[in-house]
Nanobody
Framework: QVQLAESGGGLVQAGDSLRLTCAAS????????MGWFRQAPGKNREFVGA????????SFADSVKGRFTLSRDNAANTVYLQMNNLKSEDTAVYYC???????????????????WGQGAQVTVSS
């Protein structure tokens, strides 16, 4: 069983930056891919980005490309979501998730992830 813990959420103004951290209690083949999803009030949860532990494979949703970046610290089992130029529409609860590597097609699929964090609130005021 792997546990994920997000941190770094908060209230910021539009145009500001924020970094979310996802710390994993361990790594197994079932956690080869680390993904970020978000859920805004009244909306379905949506894919934000994903990164693999083993190489530089990274994927982002079109809505955050060019503004968000992903990085990892393998030694610390930690993944970082750097969010720049935040917009009010980025307001959501952000979830970290981990799952096996089934190919890049599955990076954006919720069903591909086995473990989920508790979520971190990000609020962007305009």
């Amino acid at each position: 069983q792997v546990q994920l813990a997000e941190s770094g959420g908060g209230l910021v103004q539009a145009g500001d930056s924020l970094r979310l951290t996802c710390a994993a209690s361990g790594r197994t083949p079932s956690t080869s891919v680390m993904g970020w999803f978000r859920q805004a009030p009244g909306k379905n949860r949506e894919f934000v980005g994903a990164i693999k532990w083993s190489d530089d494979s990274i994927s982002f949703a079109d809505s955050v490309k060019g503004r968000f970046t992903l990085s990892r610290d393998n030694a610390a089992n930690t993944v970082y979501l750097q969010m720049n130029n935040l917009k009010s529409e980025d307001t959501a609860v952000y979830y970290c998730a981990a799952g096996p590597n089934r190919g890049s097609y599955f990076f954006s699929k919720e069903s591909a992830y086995i473990y989920w964090g508790q979520g971190a609130q990000v609020t962007v005021s305009s």
